[in-house]
């Protein structure tokens, strides 16, 4: 934002590839009216894009003069840096996620006004949080305060990352015994029947589980 | 059973229902920091046309009062207007209107054609009184008892089962007590 609250604006976009003017070498002429396939069918894709770019700039303009174009900053440096971290506490009760420095909402846009006002009538930071939240509430704040109704919601990664951690004892406990317990070697007869059923060129017999068929 | 095998269903169940019960809340509902405070400072004029304002005066008056929170360029508001009208045609209750952020000439002329059912009305033009009320959308309804105390806030249009199930009881609360 410049100092004197007005926005300037972006250098517009120069239009690449195929402008307005004179076809490309490799494109063929344009013919009048129903004329060449390929010759409409660019005339077409010009019609389409070129509004196309002029829309997006529009939406990038318009963004950049919300976004820049409302709030006069404080002339106190300090006192504008204080507002903004401030801005960024306090969430938006009409977006509900953002916070009202994020917030283009007629509210947010108030809130932030009442924040700058607050700071010029020398409040400190939590005599202005004070202020909001009187009127609207634990919930305006982003980070919630630690106190009885919020202690589960502050305790649960702690008491999370406890269970997981109980979890993960448990389970090594329980497989350190089978892990260490080596497989019994094969004994001289099934060594003769592997090496047999490796170096032959038939298929091995199917293996029938014990127990299984009739 | 052993405990390793109930456990996991056991927690899934939990968060099952806590997810469950979530789902059910709206998250456009947030608890007013304002009940049973007394309500804000204020005077406002009136709605061009109509004769009295709004003061914090107004509704420390012992009756039992609703302050309805309303704009011309508010939707829901037309949702919730028919409803209002018939309150205010069966005298239940006093019905007072603050325009919220809204031209004074837009609420007179959205009054003239959908009805007025307000007996005062404020004219909040930069919506400092309704964030003084913590207001964060509109229509929200307040029923101030006779005291100037906020005891209930709708938020969102009223609809006939807000108005049976929530707010004719918090009159009846408020009148009681």
């Known amino acids: 934002m410049t100092p004197g ?88 009760l009409v977006c509900q996620n953002q916070s009202i420095h994020d917030s283009n909402a007629g509210l947010a846009t108030d809130l932030r006004r009442i924040v700058r006002e607050r700071i010029t009538a020398g409040d400190s930071d939590k005599q202005v949080i004070d202020y909001v939240v009187t009127r609207y509430g634990d919930w305006v704040l982003l980070k919630p305060p630690l106190n009885v109704r919020t202690a589960v919601l502050w305790a649960a990664p702690v008491i999370l990352i406890l269970l997981g951690a109980g979890f993960v004892a448990s389970f090594h406990r329980r497989n350190r015994n089978v892990a260490l317990t080596l497989p019994t070697p094969l004994s001289d007869a099934e060594r003769a029947r592997l090496n047999a059923i490796m170096s032959s060129d038939e298929p091995p017999p199917a293996v029938r589980s014990k127990g299984a068929g009739s | 059973m052993r405990w390793r095998t109930v456990l996991p269903l056991v927690l899934f169940a939990v968060l099952a229902v806590a997810l469950g019960v979530g789902l059910t809340l709206n998250p456009r509902d947030i608890p007013s920091a304002l009940i049973d405070k007394q309500v804000p400072d204020f005077a406002l004029p009136p709605v061009p046309g109509k ?29 919730e207007h028919p409803l209002l009208m018939e309150l205010a045609r069966r005298r239940t209750v006093p019905l007072h209107g603050l325009a919220y952020k809204d031209a004074p000439a837009d609420s007179a002329r959205w009054l003239a054609e959908w009805g007025d059912p307000y007996e005062r009305t404020g004219v909040d033009r930069v919506g ?33 089962r807000d108005l049976e199930s929530k707010i004719l009881p918090a009159i009846a609360t408020a009148r009681g007590s």
């Open chain 1, 5 to 92: 609250g007005r926005v300037t604006p972006l250098p517009t976009l120069p239009l690449k590839g195929r402008g307005e003017g004179t076809p490309a070498p490799t494109d063929p002429p344009l013919l009048e009216g129903r004329g060449r396939r390929r010759g409409s069918s660019t005339r077409i894709r010009l019609r389409i894009t070129a509004p196309l770019f002029v829309f997006v700039a529009f939406l990038l303009l318009g963004n950049a003069a919300r976004a820049l174009g409302i709030d006069p900053p404080l002339p106190d440096p300090a006192q504008e840096a204080r507002a903004v971290d401030l801005h960024k506490a306090l969430r938006c």
């Open chain 2, 51 to 79: 004769a009295l304002g709004l003061a914090s005066a107004d509704l420390k008056n012992g009756e039992v009062a609703l302050v309805n929170v309303f704009a011309s360029w508010c939707v829901a508001c037309r949702a």
């Open chain 2, 128 to 160: 400092r009184v309704g964030i003084d009320f913590g207001v964060y959308g509109v229509p929200e309804t307040f029923v101030v008892d006779g005291q100037g105390r906020i005891v209930f806030k709708h938020i969102g249009p009223i609809t006939p």
